[in-house]
């Protein structure tokens, strides 16, 4: 079976398209501008973590199907509806921006976001998360909560009171932390400002392991598998 770390393949791989060459079974994709290969221009990044290590606040069973189904069927449909048109050669973070409030476009909108929601999902989590965030972040909530524990209460609160499907943030806006919530697909990137760390809460995100307790699932996401390393590197970079 040949692997290969497919966010170097697309950042390597020529925006005219793609060959395909099987190799033991398996394709492999090379960078040259013959044949149409649209239908692959994204594909589901590795898990920075096995399946079963962020039990038992995310059991594997949830990771399986939020990972293997959901965020897999948001990249097939991206593929399929970006192939020929003028999106194919955009990076998923602009087709993001392109179409959010395009009514012509909500479909490729939705499916794109949620590819990069869950990309950045899956970083905002870690088997060795919770605990104490880096000093400097740490600062940054200090300045604009109060305290790490108002900080977290904040996102909690966001992520709870989210009317139906989506997702709390911590964000940077205008210099400052804050936390705020997107409701279905949408995202910070459409609204100017930085996101620093996500929580799905999707009910396919938690109601294997939690049912109707989001408030749960939350806590304990905060407590023990948020990824506040992942944060503080996006803060950097802010
Ligand atoms: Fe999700």
């Known amino acids: 079976m040949v692997k290969f770390n497919s966010e170097a393949l697309e950042n390597a791989v020529s925006r005219r398209g793609f060959i395909r060459i099987a190799v033991g079974g398996a394709f492999l994709l090379m960078a040259e501008g013959i044949g149409s290969a649209a239908d692959a221009r994204f594909e589901l990044k590795p898990l920075p973590y096995s399946d079963s290590s962020l039990q038992p606040v995310i059991s594997g069973n949830t990771l399986n199907f939020h ?3 959901h965020h897999k069927t948001y990249i097939e449909n991206t593929n399929k509806l970006i192939s020929g048109t003028r999106y194919a050669d955009m990076s998923l ?5 392109a ?9 490729l909108f939705n499916n794109a976001a949620q590819v990069w929601n869950h990309n950045f999902y899956w970083k905002s989590l870690s088997p060795k998360g919770g605990g104490d965030p880096p000093s400097a972040l740490r600062a940054k909530m200090e300045e604009a ?6 900080c977290k209460n904040e996102l909690a609160d966001k992520a709870v009171s989210q009317f139906g499907s989506g997702y709390a943030w911590l964000v940077v806006d205008g210099g400052k932390l804050k936390a705020v919530n997107t409701s279905n697909a949408d995202n910070p990137l459409t609204k100017g400002s930085k996101p620093l760390l996500t929580l799905d809460v999707w009910e396919h995100a ?3 392991d939690y049912q109707n307790r989001r408030a749960d699932h939350v806590k304990a996401v ?3 598998i948020i990824n506040w390393n992942f944060a503080a590197e996006n ?4």
């Open 222 to 224: 905060l407590d023990k």
């Open 235 to 238: 803060l950097e970079r802010a």
């Open 67 to 69: 990972y293997g189904k």
């Open 145 to 150: 909560f109060g305290s790490v524990e108002a």
């Open 206 to 208: 938690y109601y294997l």
């Open 99 to 107: 179409t959010a409030n395009d009514s012509e476009n909500i479909s």
């Open 93 to 97: 973070e602009e087709i993001v921006i």
